[in-house]
């Protein structure tokens, strides 16, 4: 695991969902909560990595794994897709950033990501 790895950016999308799908049920407060703060929401959010920790805002994410990382075809931009536990809950993250620095931020991203088990 990378130490003291830190990286912080706007990102212009994010969607947190329940993963995997046979994991424990979300209560309809935490739905509503990371819909109302996330998912739902279409201003930029402040992204926060540090080794193993994702901070989304004020939400904290634990335990990540099985980390992403794309630049699609003909788009500006970087999403990275990981598995992490919110509180007790198991979740999917996907964060895109349309930042100018996106390909700065792919590559810090990739090499990160190489520090976790791919299973």
């Known amino acids: 695991m990378l130490s003291d790895f830190e990286l912080e950016f706007l ?3 994010v969607h947190v969902h329940r993963w995997p799908q046979d994991s424990p049920m979300w209560d309809d407060s935490t739905k509503k909560q990371l819909d109302e ?9 402040q992204i926060t990595i540090r080794d193993n920790y994702l901070k989304i805002e004020h939400f904290e994410f634990n335990f990540l794994k099985k980390i992403g990382v794309t630049v699609p075809f003909f788009k500006e931009e970087c999403t990275v897709i990981m598995e ?28 990160w990501s190489k520090s976790f088990p791919s299973s």
């Open 37 to 45: 703060s996330i998912n739902n929401n279409s201003q930029k959010k």
């Open 84 to 111: 992490a536990q919110f509180g007790e809950l198991l979740a999917h993250v996907h964060i895109t950033t349309k930042s100018k620095d996106y390909l700065n931020i792919f590559n810090k991203l990739i090499m």
């Open 11 to 13: 990102a212009d999308k």
